[in-house]
């Protein structure tokens, strides 16, 4: 089955700082997700990647869907405290959009 | 609020006992699925529901778990016969799927199981 390698697993940065995280598939996928989760919450969805190359933007929030179709990453402008938390990258495959894997996570963390 | 809803949040039960679980999707969302999260992990998929049919279920759920969505609306999940090992945080998602569109899904706030 698919597997998803995501990038790092945990980082410590200063509040101000700018953050990447990046996942890549062993195969194509058709659609990345980028997910928030707290600490006892359900994942929240940030950005949502439809196409092969699409670069989307929500706030400071920026994600690109690879041109390969087997990577995608997620950047984080200027920190600030409340971006702690869980990130994960999730993919969905081809004729397979219920079944949603998910990468293992970056726990981020932000020094005020 | 307009959000995927589930119950309870918290369940602490002991080896051997049934628990049940409910979601209840985003109204209108045809798509209902269920995940199960263990500590430092992703979700990992259970199964899914397209309205009241339940059309695929992962190798996870064995047969001691069932899911239900009777009415294709809420949907609820049953572990009979707890083990140590159920513990972990559930997770249901929903969605709008149309035919040939893509499936964004929506996360509710999960239900994390002890079994003691």
């Known amino acids: 089955g698919q597997q998803l390698n995501q990038s790092p697993q945990s980082m410590f940065i200063q509040e101000g700082e700018d953050v990447s995280m990046n996942c890549t598939s062993s195969s194509i996928f058709n659609t990345w997700l980028w997910y928030k989760q707290d600490p006892g919450e359900g994942p929240v969805l940030l950005i949502a990647?439809?196409?092969?190359?699409e670069l989307t933007s929500n706030g400071r929030l920026t994600a690109q869907f690879g041109i390969t179709r087997k990577d995608s990453f997620l950047n984080i402008s200027a920190s600030i405290p409340s971006d702690v938390g869980i990130y994960f990258c999730a993919g969905q495959p081809p004729g397979g959009y219920q079944k949603v894997t998910f990468g293992i996570g970056t726990k981020l963390q932000v020094i005020p | 609020d307009t959000g995927v809803s589930q119950n309870p949040r918290h369940k602490i039960t002991k080896r051997g006992q049934n628990v049940t679980f409910r979601c209840d999707p985003i109204s209108e969302h045809n798509r209902l699925y269920w995940y199960r999260q263990t500590l430092g992990q992703g979700p990992e998929f259970l199964t899914y529901f397209q309205n009241e049919a339940q059309l695929e279920k992962s190798r996870l759920l064995s047969d001691r778990f069932s899911a239900e969505r009777p009415k294709g609306s809420f949907s609820t999940l049953e572990i009979q016969r707890t083990e140590q090992g159920d513990s972990a945080m559930y997770l249901c998602?929903?969605?709008?799927?149309?035919?040939?569109?893509?499936?964004?899904?929506?996360f509710g706030p999960g239900t994390r199981l002890t079994v003691l």
């Open positions: 998602a929903s969605s709008l799927s149309l035919a040939g569109d893509t499936d964004t899904q929506y």
């Open positions: 990647l439809y196409k092969a190359g």
